[in-house]
């Protein structure tokens, strides 16, 4: 599986961006699609992630400002990023938990991630 993120770029407070990651190569089937980011010195953490029954989960600090939306039949997950501010400064990593065959377990695998940067 492989996963090709694009959108990030700079953006001053206040603006807004949209990311997209689409999951291409053998996929049975995808149980959950999401996003993470990462700032130096610090862990990976959680930004978004949605289930295939549609159930969202979002950091606290993202709440209200961050929408996750995906296109089932591209395979593809978005982050609508609104009201961007400077803490939200990371490498954005999209993640898919998916099945390559039906008799396989779930497996994660991870984008290259991709630059946001929030500046004036």
């Known amino acids: 599986v492989q996963l090709q993120a694009s959108g990030g770029g700079l953006v001053q407070p206040g603006g807004y961006l949209r990311l997209s990651c689409e999951a291409s190569g053998t996929i049975w089937s995808i149980n959950r699609m999401g996003w993470y980011r990462q700032t130096p010195g610090k862990q990976r953490e959680l930004v978004a992630t949605?289930?295939?029954?549609?159930?969202?989960v979002y950091a606290d600090s993202v709440k209200g400002r961050f929408t996750i939306s995906k296109n089932n039949a591209k395979n593809t997950v978005y982050l609508q990023m609104n009201s961007l501010k400077p803490e939200d400064t990371a490498v954005y990593y999209c993640?898919?938990?998916?099945?390559?065959?039906?008799?396989?377990?779930?497996?994660?695998?991870w984008g290259h991630g991709t630059l946001v940067t929030v500046s004036s």
């Open positions: 993640n898919v938990q998916a099945q390559i065959r039906s008799y396989l377990t779930w497996s994660d695998y």
């Open positions: 949605l289930t295939g029954g549609d159930t969202t």
